[in-house]
């Protein structure tokens, strides 16, 4: 028996939630552990390559991103693991460098002109249906609009950290 199906067998148990509520409850503490095990990675990673703050950052902005537009999706937990721990990796690597701001800005152009065209991206197991992708590509599209407008503001106010973790 899995951590959060014990749980879940505790809160029913315990008349905290009702039995038919059962799998709404799975399924959010499974998201909560994914979060939370997303973060621990990030961080480690961070740790590992002596950025933690810029780890942080990251997954500050890459979360709200990757919850809309969503992504390429593995087929197992540890091919999804490492793939993010490797996405992650090179991430800070190249917030780490000392490119020029041009040089970020054109990265921040081709990332967003690309998430933008093909955001939302459905899944094997979660196909969305027309309102859902003219939904999520909507909230996409407003998430990069903020963090460009982020973005250039931190070019602008000499926050040149900022602006690396953003072009992400």
């Known amino acids: 028996m899995s951590l959060i199906t014990h749980m879940?067998?505790?809160?029913?148990?315990?008349q905290i939630t009702e039995n038919d509520e059962r799998e709404i409850v799975e399924y959010g503490l499974e998201s909560i552990w994914n979060t939370l095990l997303g973060m621990g990675i990030v961080f480690v990673i961070?740790?590992?390559l002596q950025c933690v703050w810029e780890s942080l950052g990251l997954w500050v902005f890459l979360l709200p991103l990757r919850k809309s537009a969503g992504g390429y999706h593995a087929n197992t937990k540890g091919?999804?693991?490492i793939i993010s721990a490797i996405m992650i990796i090179i991430a800070l690597i190249c917030i780490m460098q000392e490119w020029s701001?041009?040089?970020?800005?054109?990265?921040?152009?081709?990332?967003?002109?690309v998430i933008g065209y093909i955001?939302?991206?459905?899944?094997?197991?979660?196909k969305l249906d027309n309102e859902e992708v003219r939904v999520y590509r909507k909230r996409t599209r407003y998430i990069l609009l903020i963090e460009i407008i982020i973005y250039f503001?931190?070019?602008k106010t000499e926050s040149f950290v900022l602006s690396k973790?953003?072009?992400?």
């Open 8 to 14: 879940t067998e505790c809160l029913v148990r315990d």
């Open 46 to 48: 961070g740790g590992f």
């Open 79 to 81: 091919k999804c693991l």
């Open 101 to 113: 701001i041009n040089i970020y800005t054109i990265i921040l152009a081709i990332f967003s002109i």
């Open 119 to 126: 955001a939302p991206v459905d899944t094997a197991n979660k």
């Open 153 to 155: 503001i931190a070019v």
């Open 165 to 168: 973790i953003i072009t992400k």
